[in-house]
């Protein structure tokens, strides 16, 4: 039957053209040849933050310190570098970014003497900040033409991204075909993907009239694609060939296209044959291998795999070692792989025939990349968990939320994982703010995130927040947990609930160490909470077993996992679920296994289960995998052997 097509990951790239990052460098460097003034500090300061941006190449980075750097300067330069600083985040299409840098500027009325045409291009941000997405269009519609090739390029973005706000998917396309050429290449396959994605949104029949009615062809190349994937999948190959110089397949979206096939095409395994685990065997992975194929050989043991022989094969560090251990499991006879590890390797599954072995990688490819066709991706993803703790934070009745976050790459994934899917569910994210990396002092960040004011200015410190605050997201490691929420009580946010990160606990018992991050409710698998429990609890022996196997249990509950994920994948493929000692697990139409956690908070040192919270749900439109009619509980599947049972 007919397969429409399906929507795209955006790649996760914030790079923006080196050579606009450079050009900005130099046309800021005037500033650090200011006179002095009693601002000279801060402003060497800012300077120096927009240098390390675009040494960087972090077009998010740069568009903060551009606005940080207005701060310190006056007249025209002030609002030169706030304009500059809105045009950045709409060049790196950080549109929500550039709203929020536009309800920070106060020199829009010098804009106009800047340049008439930009000066358009960021009222239309600013109408869009305030609600109006309508009048945005209308305005940055009216600018008159021909414009600058920057100022075109961001009149198309916006106007891409305003149609699909609108729910104009097909005419957001239109903007993002059209603005493609003007994009420099490590941004085009991010275009692409949302290209497509507001094309997945198109009714057939529309899809049809406009092909026949585009007089653009690389538009009309696009929405023929589009077709073809949806009605007459074979056909791409011949697509291919009527459209060799066409962007996707210049710019490899074609590939990418590929790794959101429907589940359908992942094929079962065969019901006989090996299972061949790919792990690194080298001194650097030696200890994380121990753990994991620890965690195989027990679920083998307790029957997850049924009669199937279990065969060991060394990946080593790279795709050369992936690429023969991939041979040697064939040769084997593998019926079914468990791994690569290293995302570098997984690449080197794409050498499997169709017929082959399905493969359950242990990892997500790097940014930017996608998964072979027909492999299934298994991993324990902090942006999993952070969406969990949206949901979590929206099931306890919290609808508005401050974020405070490492700014570091694992910092910003979570981050904004965390926030995509707040604000789908309907929550708002009231604030956010930011530390950096190996920082002990959080004073200044908090009192402005908290907006901390005292209740009078003699006597003792007797600090309060801002009341229009639910709870706070703490996308933070464990370390950075025990610096933080002391502080956070300091400052008078004792009583604002706080979430983390299921990163945040290791699984090992540390009264001392866990002792100031009380409060703080976490995602955490199933296998972790026995770890405080008492000897009665059902995973406790299986916990035990964990410890012997090394100082990582949760990576223990992780192989064990792969190996029930092997052992029952037919089913799963159909819809199953699988009570594992990570989470619940599920597998997506893309092949990307989906990990319900449970849930822990930290009292008096000590990692404690917390329960659903009562008479909460999620919205009808935010669902996670049904469970079957007559199937059992969680609590109740993990009891008998203390292994992972499956949800037919």
């Not at 549109?95 to 829009?108: P, W």
């Not at 192989?559 to 697990?585: C, H, I, P, V, W």
């Amino acid at each position: 039957m007919p397969t429409r097509p399906r929507p795209l990951a955006h790649p996760v790239t914030r790079r923006a053209l080196m050579a606009s990052l450079l050009t900005l460098g130099l046309a800021l460097g005037g500033c650090a040849q200011m006179a002095t003034s009693p601002q000279d500090d801060q402003r060497k300061a800012a300077q120096t933050q927009v240098d390390q941006a675009i040494s960087a190449e972090d077009p998010v980075a740069l568009a903060r310190a551009r606005m940080a750097l207005s701060q310190t300067l006056s007249g025209a330069a002030r609002a030169e570098q706030q304009l500059g600083a809105l045009e950045t985040a709409i060049d790196a299409h950080e549109l929500a970014l550039a709203r929020e840098l536009y309800q920070q500027a106060d020199t829009e009325g010098r804009w106009q003497a800047i340049n008439a045409r930009r000066a358009a291009i960021a009222r239309g941000v600013g109408e869009w900040s305030a609600g109006n997405p309508d009048q945005a269009r209308q305005t940055i519609h009216r600018i008159p033409l021909p414009l600058d090739a920057d100022s075109e390029r961001r009149r198309l973005i916006l106007l891409g991204a305003l149609e699909a706000e609108l729910g104009n998917p097909l005419a957001a396309a239109r903007y993002y075909a059209a603005v493609d050429d003007r994009l420099a290449d490590d941004q085009r396959q991010e275009n692409h993907a949302r290209l497509w994605n507001r094309l997945t949104e198109v009714p057939t029949d529309r899809l049809r009239r406009a092909a026949e009615d585009t007089t653009d062809r690389q538009f009309a190349g696009w929405v023929q694609l589009a077709l073809t994937y949806r009605e007459q999948p074979g056909q791409i190959d011949r697509w291919m060939a009527d459209h060799r110089s066409h962007p996707a397949i210049d710019s490899g979206f074609i590939e990418m296209l590929g790794a959101a096939a429907p589940v359908g095409q992942l094929t079962a395994p065969a019901a006989t044959g090996p299972v061949a685990v790919l792990l690194p065997e080298g001194e650097r992975y030696a200890g994380i291998t121990r753990e994991i194929r620890a965690g195989i050989e027990y679920a083998r043991d307790n029957g997850a795999l049924s009669s199937r022989e279990l065969l060991f094969f060394d990946s080593g560090s790279d795709r050369i070692g992936a690429n023969a251990a991939i041979e040697q499991a064939q040769r084997a006879g593998a019926a079914l792989i468990i791994g690569p590890l290293l995302k570098d390797q997984l690449g080197a599954l794409a050498a499997l025939p169709a017929d082959g072995p399905l493969a359950i990688a242990l990892n997500t490819p790097p940014s930017g990349e996608s998964l072979p066709v027909g492999v299934v991706s298994f991993s324990l993803s902090p942006e999993q968990d952070a969406a969990a703790v949206a949901r979590r934070m929206w099931t306890d009745g919290h609808r508005r939320a401050a974020i405070f976050s490492a700014d570091h790459r694992l910092g910003e994934r979570t981050r904004e994982a965390f926030a995509n899917e707040f604000e789908l569910l309907g929550g708002e994210v009231v604030d956010r703010a930011r530390f950096a990396s190996g920082q002990t002092d959080f004073s200044s960040e908090l009192r402005d995130l908290l907006r901390v004011r005292t209740k009078s200015d003699d006597g003792p410190f007797q600090p309060i927040i801002r009341d229009d605050l639910d709870a706070i997201f703490l996308a933070a490691s464990g370390d950075e947990l025990t610096l933080v929420v002391p502080q956070l009580d300091y400052f008078g946010a004792e009583d604002l609930p706080r979430y983390g990160l299921g990163l945040a606990y290791n699984g090992n018992r540390d009264p001392r160490g866990d002792a100031d991050k009380d409060g703080v409710i976490i995602p955490i698998a199933p296998l972790l909470l026995a770890g405080t429990a008492g000897p009665e609890h059902p995973l406790r022996i299986t916990y035990e077993q964990a410890q012997l196997a090394g100082s990582l249990p949760r990576l223990f509950a992780f192989g064990a996992d792969a190996a029930a994920l092997a052992g029952r994948m037919d089913t799963l493929l159909q819809g199953g679920t699988l009570d594992g000692l990570t989470g619940e697990l599920s597998v997506t139409a893309t092949g990307v296994v989906e990990r319900q956690p449970r849930w822990g908070q930290f009292r008096d040192g000590l990692i404690r289960p917390v329960d659903p919270t009562p008479g909460a749900a999620l919205p009808d439109s935010i669902t996670s995998p049904t469970r079957l009619p007559g199937t059992t509980s969680p609590d109740a599947t993990m009891g008998g052997a203390d292994q992972p049972t499956l949800t037919p």
